[in-house]
């Protein structure tokens, strides 16, 4: 190793917006399973699937409609 590195032409990392962060979330089993079904067909991974998914929901504002029986 050097004992000195220049460091004046460095930039920034332009990912740490893009990070995730772990979280615990509880979600029914048929509903992982409805993902894990659309990975197998897309080849992406579940988790990455169910991330674009909220990820949409969210840019476009997307809001819940229930109605409770």
Sequence with gaps: M???Y???KSQ???YPPMLKKQIT???EEDTIN???GLATK???P???LINLFLRDCAHSHKTI???WA
């Design 2 to 4: 050097r004992k000195e």
């Design 6 to 8: 220049d460091f004046s």
């Design 12 to 14: 920034r990392n332009p």
């Design 25 to 27: 979330i509880r979600i």
């Design 34 to 36: 409805y993902f894990k």
């Design 42 to 44: 897309s080849g992406i």
């Design 46 to 48: 579940y988790q990455n």
């Design 65 to 67: 409609v229930h109605k």
